[in-house]
């Protein structure tokens, strides 16, 4: 333990067009010690970590490593300068064996015709592995390891690197108790060798189990930092919800219809286990959770993505089996996808042949198309959502991923649905798409429309909301009235930190 | 760049033109009606049996069977009007394109309901219709003096002084036509290749596009059987051996893309005539038959890297906005 930091960062800006992802901020790592990393979505941790691995160049501001100023300029220059990140989702090669993806891209090589040295490189491969206690076969091909076993080769790939600061980007999410278990000794073992560790972990237990050090970030900007010692779970909470709400959601008040979609006792075998709600007509229902609460899992179960699911759905009293989306959209269930791109538009329809897609049979009975009525439905739901193009013969491709979204929208409600799912409705578009996107869904439910959104932004789902389901590890944790929201609360049942259910 | 990409079709075109005029230049009669019409009418079934392979590649597949469909339908029909030659010979075509409707059905349903890499499928059963022509025939030859007269006179008969054959090719561009234009299940072939996912979500059934893509394949493929053999008056084990590769190639040089998603059925025509002037052209001018092979390889390479290049041009809306911002 040394009291001047290893690797500090000062006065950090990095923007974006129209976005802000980090404005003056700074952050201290010391040799030795687990510092955790707390913010919400968007408060910029990961524009942070690209930042302090060379991907991302910052606008202003300087990183000193062990006293010196320094400069990335490539992720490369990071690495041999010992700061590497292992990310969530590990980027290792599933076809190659455990030492080659050690150390592909510092191959070991020997004599004058730079033969690959590959018994040196298992030999190096055998002692990190051993270093970490990892039981590992370093021949065998990564895609026959677990998550965890993953995680640790990627672990062994930093140390190969002679890894002087390790940033862990949320190395937990994906990980069983008993490999949790075993990358918390990992992470006691780098402590001892001196690294500077960063963890970045939505799980308050976590970081109070192994981190020495926190640094809250909120929006981009830097809140606070101090020893865990000092500070309470509450604190944290607090420092990373406490915003002024400045974004202005529409109105939400109105009398609430009938139920239209009742799921009882939905299970997943792995995602998600016995989640029961209703959803009246005019009804927003939220669900917060942290990524891999299996939020998405329970939406595209109840669109008839996954099978094997158990559990029943009625729509409007009546029981219906969705076994396919072409079931879920004839019974009234449409799902905007969190991934825009690849679910919701095929880029090189034009627009108004991607709204009519879902409906081809309904427009033209007799199985043969008739562009000019297409272009009528298209151009009256396009019309309603304010799509920018210059015509709705555009291809989707060219528009902005706002303008998307909308056709995404557009296309769903020209089937006329009963219910519709938005997953993250407004992840990744501009402000003013994004406006546009939530008074449109406090139109919707005006006249009628019940609608669930999925959102990992804490404003998002609580200016929009009627009712919020929080889950958590696949549980439904905490169900809140409008009346009752609050952003403690909230996060904390999301967080894992709050278990009893609050039903009102 | 980008506007010669769009008229990719354009640019065929007057590629097909100067190819036709710079051999007319050679020998005079090139030019004349009727041998274009000839050249036209020697393109007519590679024209067909692309317009099938366009839709199978359209949905991300691939056909490799389809010369082989070609052959074990034409040798059935050849065998059965050698031995009952007063069967009727329509029916015979009714029934070839039925044969080959089947085979396409089972590369179908092979790739819908198994899962199976469609270039895995269609490698084995290619190999499997070729094997059961050695089956049927034991190798044996059915020549022209066991056909029936009328069994290979109508792809000749002319019809407004147009052979029949040439008639065929242009009812199928007519039909896939209008198809892929106005037909719902056209429309969902091109969403399912263009983002099977996306497609998924908006409901639509991707491996039943495939599925219907393989049996119009088939189906074509059976219609050929017939006309092949009766306009070359032989069937045996090897008809049209490697025919597949050219068909595949028409499509590649038509602009359709082998990711699936695009392509145009006069793109996918042009590509086909591009090849059948390549191969009338060459031995006209006197080139060996081994330099036809090369040059429509490398025509195939170049339209690939044109399409490729144009596809980088075209940015999206976004990119364009940020470039003219750096550039002003």
């Known amino acids: 333990m040394s009291d001047t930091p290893f690797y500090s960062l000062r006065g950090i800006s990095k923007a974006f067009p129209g976005v802000k992802a980090l404005d003056q901020v700074q952050l201290d790592l010391y040799s030795g010690e687990v510092m955790a990393l707390i913010g919400e979505n968007g408060a910029g941790k990961s524009t942070l970590v690209k930042t302090m691995t060379g991907i991302y160049q910052p606008d202003a501001g300087e990183l000193r490593l062990a006293g010196e100023c320094i400069s990335l300029t490539t992720p490369d220059a990071a690495r041999n300068l010992g700061i590497t990140a292992i990310h969530q989702e590990t980027v290792l090669f599933d076809e190659l064996s455990v030492t080659e993806n050690i150390f592909t891209g510092h191959l070991l090589t020997r004599g004058p015709l730079n033969m690959l040295d590959w018994s040196e490189m298992r030999r190096q491969c055998i002692k990190i592995l051993a270093d970490i206690e990892a039981q590992i076969d370093p021949d065998i091909l990564l895609k026959h390891l677990s998550i965890g076993q993953r995680h640790m080769v990627a672990i062994a790939r930093a140390l190969s690197f002679n890894a002087k600061v390790v940033i862990l980007d949320e190395p937990t999410a994906a990980l069983s108790i008993h490999e949790t278990q075993e990358l918390y000794k990992i992470v006691d073992k780098l402590k001892a060798a001196g690294c500077a560790i960063m963890f970045i972990s939505h799980k308050f237990d976590e970081v109070f189990a192994i981190a020495d050090r926190y640094t809250v970030f909120r929006d981009g900007c830097f809140v606070d930092q101090g020893k865990i010692d000092n500070v309470t779970q509450a604190q944290l909470v607090t420092m990373m919800v406490g915003r002024t709400v400045d974004q202005i959601y529409p109105e939400r008040a109105q009398a609430l219809g009938d139920i239209v979609l009742k799921v009882e006792n939905f299970s997943h075998p792995t995602e998600f286990h016995d989640l029961s709600f209703e959803l009246r007509s005019g009804e927003i229902l939220g669900f917060y959770g942290l990524v ?63 709204i009519t897609l879902p409906q081809l049979n309904h427009i033209n ?118 009346a009752d929201f609050n952003p403690e609360k909230i996060v904390s049942a999301a967080s894992g930190g709050l278990n009893e259910k609050t039903i009102h | 760049m980008k506007k010669l990409y769009t008229n990719r079709e354009a640019l065929l075109c007057a590629l097909i033109i100067i190819m036709a005029l710079s051999v007319g230049a050679f020998a005079d009669d ?23 392979q366009m839709l199978v590649i359209i949905t991300r597949c691939i056909d490799l069977s389809v010369a082989a469909n070609l052959a074990l339908t034409g040798m059935v029909i050849a065998m059965l009007n050698s031995s009952y030659p007063d069967f009727p010979v329509p029916l015979l075509v009714l029934l070839g394109a039925g044969l080959g409707l089947c085979m396409g059905m089972i590369n179908g349903l092979l790739v819908w309901k198994l899962s199976i890499p469609a270039i895995v499928v269609t490698l084995g059963t290619m190999s499997i219709y070729r094997g059961v022509i050695f089956l049927l025939s034991d190798g044996a030859w059915v020549n022209a003096h066991e056909m029936s007269a009328t069994f290979m006179q109508i792809p000749r008969a002319t019809f407004i002084g147009i052979a029949l054959l040439s008639w065929a090719s242009l009812i199928t561009i007519a039909v896939f036509y209008y198809f892929t234009r106005y037909a719902r299940t056209g429309r969902e072939i091109y969403a399912a290749g263009n983002s099977p996912t996306a497609a998924f979500y908006t409901g639509i059934d991707v491996g039943r596009s495939q599925f219907i893509a393989f049996s119009l394949s088939g189906l074509l493929a059976g219609l050929c059987g017939y ?19 050219q068909v ?81």
């Not at chain 1, 939406?299 to 759905?313: E, K």
């Not at chain 1, 902005?400 to 769903?412: D, E, T, Y």
């Not at chain 1, 994004?434 to 959102?455: C, D, N, P, R, Y």
């Not at chain 2, 090139?30 to 692309?50: E, H, K």
């Open chain 1, 292 to 354: 891999g609460a299996g939020r998405t899992e329970l939406m595209q179960a109840i669109y008839g993505v996954s099978n094997n699911i158990t559990g029943s759905l009625e729509i409007a009293g009546q029981v219906v089996k969705i076994r396919s989306p072409a079931d879920a959209i004839k019974a009234g269930i449409v799902y905007v996808p969190e991934e825009r791109q690849s679910q919701g538009v095929v880029l090189d329809l034009p627009i108004d042949q991607n």
């Open chain 2, 30 to 52: 090139f030019l004349s009606v009727g041998n274009l019409l000839s050249v036209y009418n020697d393109t007519s079934m590679l024209i067909i049996l692309a317009l099938g």
């Open chain 2, 248 to 328: 595949i190639s028409a499509c590649v040089i038509g602009g359709i893309s082998i990711m699936g998603g695009v392509g145009t059925v006069t793109g996918c025509v042009l590509g086909a005539i591009f090849i059948g002037v390549i191969n009338n052209a060459l031995p006209v001018i006197g080139v060996s038959p081994f330099w036809q092979m090369a040059i429509s390889g490398a025509v195939i390479v170049l339209a690939v890297i044109a399409s490729s290049r144009a596809e980088q041009k075209s940015g999206r809306i976004i990119l364009k906005q940020t470039m003219l911002a750096t550039s002003k």
């Open chain 2, 227 to 245: 006309l092949w053999v009766s306009r070359y008056a032989v069937a045996y084990v090897d008809v049209a051996s490697g025919f597949e590769l």
């Open chain 1, 365 to 482: 009975k007799n199985g043969l198309l008739n562009p000019a009525s297409e272009y009528t439905l298209a151009d009256e739901y396009a019309s309603r959502l304010q799509v920018k193009a210059p015509n709705w013969h555009e291809l989707v491709g060219n528009l902005s991923g706002g303008n998307q979204q909308k056709v995404v929208i557009a296309k769903w409600l020209a089937t006329q649905p009963k219910v519709i799912i938005m997953d993250e409705p407004t992840k990744g578009i501009d402000i003013s798409s994004k406006a546009a996107v939530h008074s449109f869904m406090s139109e919707l439910v005006k006249q009628g429309l019940a609608v669930i959104m999925v959102s990992s932004e804490l404003p998002e789902v609580m200016g929009m909301s009627d009712r919020i389901i929080v889950m958590s590890e696949g549980l439904q944790v905490s169900e809140l009235q409008r």
